[in-house]
């Protein structure tokens, strides 16, 4: 993990979500999937571009890729991740151990 993201909690704190949505889109691809691509659906009423940027994602990237994307610790995964498709994947429980375990790390 990058010093500069390690002193931004939110940016931590999605990241790490993000790892654990990740494992669970490795166990069960079609169903993390089909839940982000409900929640696009729901969502691209808007035509947001970062939603319709998902969109294509979901669209044309394979599982192992979209791991990839929302996983990687860089500029470009942390603006993805900021209008992440991905919510209800994890449940409130899951949220609030990975929130606490981000309360816990401190900047090196």
Sequence with gaps: MSVSRQNNFVDL???TLHRVVAE???????????IA?????NWLKDKNPALLEWQNILET????????????DTDEGQRLRSSSPFAGVLSEAEREK???ECAEIRPV
């Design 61 to 72: 990237k394979t599982t192992e890729e979209i791991i990839k994307i929302i996983s990687q």
């Design 24 to 34: 669970k889109l490795r166990r069960n691809p079609e169903t993390v999937l089909r």
């Design 98 to 100: 990975i929130w606490s």
């Design 13 to 15: 704190f999605n990241l």
């Design 37 to 41: 691509r409900n929640n696009l659906k």
